[in-house]
Structures are given as C-alpha cells and as structure tokens.
T-cell receptor, first 112, second 116 residues
C-alpha cells in the first residue's frame, strides 16, 4: 500500500513569514513529486513539481526533495493571506503510466 | 499550464435520475483522465482512471455500473452517475494527464452535485 502522509494542520503563520509544509511517502520507487494548492470549494491547482533531489525554486515557492529520507517539502516565503489554502502532496512512480497517490493535505492559514 | 474544463459546474437533481459530467482537455491531448470525488473537508478520493479508447479502471469500492465512465476521445471523458441518491452528493473533480512520459495532472474546476 503506497502511502503519502501529511500533517493535516492547520498550520498558522503570520503574514510575511516562511510557511513550511512537509510530506513523507512510503514507496521508495517514487520518482515524481507534486504540490497542489486547493482553496475551499475549488479544485486543486498544480503549483510545483520536482523530480530530482535537492531544491527547486519558483517565485516564492521552493520544493525540497530528499529521496533517501523519503520526504518532500514546500516552503512558501513571504506568506500572504491569499496563500491560505489546503496544500496537497502527490507522489508517483515515473513514466506517465503510474497513478499518483495524494496525501490528505495540510491546511495553511496566513494571518495578517 | 494546461487547461481542463468541466461541465456542468453545479447540478441539482432528483433522486433516481442520472447525471452526466463532462471533462475536456482544452489545449492538450489527454491519454489519461482521472475522476475524483471529494466530500466536504475530506481528502480527494480517486474513483477511476480512464484511458482513451479503453475501459476505465475503477478503484476498490467504486461501483462501475453506477459510475459510468467513457473516454471516447483524447480530449473528452464523461462520468455518468446513474440512479443518483442523496449520498452521491459530492464534489466531483476530473483531472487529465498529457501524453505518456509526463506525470503532471491538471485538474478541472469540479462539479458540485446535489441529489435531493
């Protein structure tokens, strides 16, 4: 059984701070890692994907992958109230024919 | 990013009727589409995986005769909820993945189904 674990939160951070969201996974064969943002009542939106160990930066977002420790994290710098949402981690084996496994999501609240 | 549309966005129907939800990839060809269901404040639940031109693969516990999936073209998949009951009321979301070798899924905006 492939598992993707996330702390459900809520994680509360003040505006302007760094929000750190973590995700661990059980399948060592996993090669593709995704972070989605889901606002209440809306569908998920892809914000980052990462395939290689290390950091990947895109604007205020940084994804960090450590395959040896089987975790992937998402850092949000200069957090804004508009970042308040549920963040879903998804993990898949590579190749395009594999079904990603989603975590239950972490609720982030950025307060002014 | 790739765009996926869903129609309708919201539907209210009477118990016992059938409802069809369309999922379209607008600017790419989707060899694989996924159908999810999400109850309020709960996580995404994968219902089925649909590959163009073949039968859908349903997750354990999902009734294939109740949730009919058709993926007739590379840009369109449909989910039909047959003989809907109030417990089928949920947020149904499709996602699409581009050609083999690309892993990113792009989600449609979702369809909120309310069965009276």
């Amino acid at each position: 059984q492939k598992e993707v674990e996330q702390n459900s939160g809520p994680l509360s951070v003040p505006e302007g701070a760094i929000a750190s969201l973590n995700c661990t996974y059980s399948d060592r064969g996993s090669q593709s890692f995704f972070w989605y943002r889901q606002y209440s009542g809306k569908s998920p939106e892809l914000i980052m994907f990462i395939y290689s160990n290390g950091d990947k930066e895109d604007g205020r977002f940084t994804a960090q992958l450590n395959k040896a420790s089987q975790y992937v994290s998402l850092l949000i710098r200069d957090s804004q109230p508009s970042d308040s949402a549920t963040y879903l981690c998804a993990v898949a084996a590579s190749g395009g024919s594999y079904i990603p496994t989603f975590g239950r999501g972490t609720s982030l609240i950025v307060h002014p | 990013g790739a765009v996926v549309s869903q129609h309708p966005s919201r539907v209210i129907c009477k118990s016992g009727t059938s409802v069809k939800i369309e999922c379209r990839s607008l600017d790419f060809q989707a060899t694989t589409m996924f159908w999810y269901r999400q109850f309020p404040k709960k996580s995404l639940m994968l219902m089925a995986t649909s590959n163009e031109g073949s039968k859908a693969t349903y997750e354990q516990g999902v009734e294939k005769d109740k949730f009919l999936i058709n993926h007739a073209s590379l840009t369109l998949s449909t989910l039909t909820v047959t003989s809907a009951h109030p417990e089928d009321s949920s947020f149904y979301i499709c996602s699409a993945r581009e050609s083999q070798g690309r892993d990113e899924q792009f989600f449609g905006p979702g369809t909120r189904l309310t069965v009276l």
